[in-house]
C-alpha cells in the first residue's frame, strides 16, 4: 500500500507538473502574442525611422561620391596640364635645337639653284596710281577742318567714300 501511495503521489505529481508546464505553456504563447503584437507596433514605427535614416543616408553617400567624382576628375584636369606644360616645354627645346642645326648656307644654295630664287635689290618697286578723292569729300574735309561742320549726314559721308572707291 505504502509503494501504492507513493506510486499515486508520483503519479498525481507528474500530473500536477504536466498542468503547470501546459499552463505555462499556454501564458507564453498568450504573451508571445502580446509581445509580437507590441513588436509590431513597435516595428512600423521604428520601420518609418530607420527607413529615414537609411534614406539620408543614401543621399548623403549619392553627394560623397559626387564630390568624389569632382575632385579626381580635377586631379585628372591638373595631371594633364602639367602634360602638355612639359609637352610644350620639349616642343620649344627642339624647335631651338632645330634652328640651331639649319645651315642657312645651304638653304640659300638650294633656293638660289633647284627653285631659281633671286636676293631682293632695292629698285624692286611698284608704282600704283591712285584716284583723287572726290571733290564733295575734300570739302567737307576742309569745312570740318575749319570748324564749320557739314551738312552732310555721317551716312551720306561713308555712301560718298564708298560709291567714290566702287567707280
Known sequence: MAQ??????????????IQTRAS????????????SRRRLRLTGATLKRVAMILLVFMIAMAFINQYSRIISVG????????????????????EAQVISMVNWDQIE??????????????????????????QE???????????????NTVTEKISSVFSWLTD
Do not use: H
Open 4 to 17: 501504492t501511495r507513493k506510486s499515486a503521489a508520483v503519479a498525481a505529481g507528474k500530473q500536477n507538473i
Open 24 to 35: 505555462m505553456a499556454t501564458k507564453q504563447t498568450t504573451l508571445g502574442r502580446a509581445r
Open 75 to 94: 586631379g585628372q584636369i591638373n595631371a594633364m596640364e602639367k602634360e602638355i606644360k612639359s609637352t610644350q616645354m620639349l616642343t620649344d627645346r627642339l
Open 137 to 151: 569729300y575734300t570739302q567737307e574735309k576742309a569745312n570740318i577742318a575749319q570748324g564749320e561742320g557739314g551738312t
Open 109 to 134: 644654295y638650294v633656293a638660289k639653284t633647284k627653285l631659281n630664287m633671286v636676293e631682293p635689290t632695292q629698285a624692286c618697286y611698284t608704282a600704283m596710281e591712285l584716284k583723287p578723292l572726290p
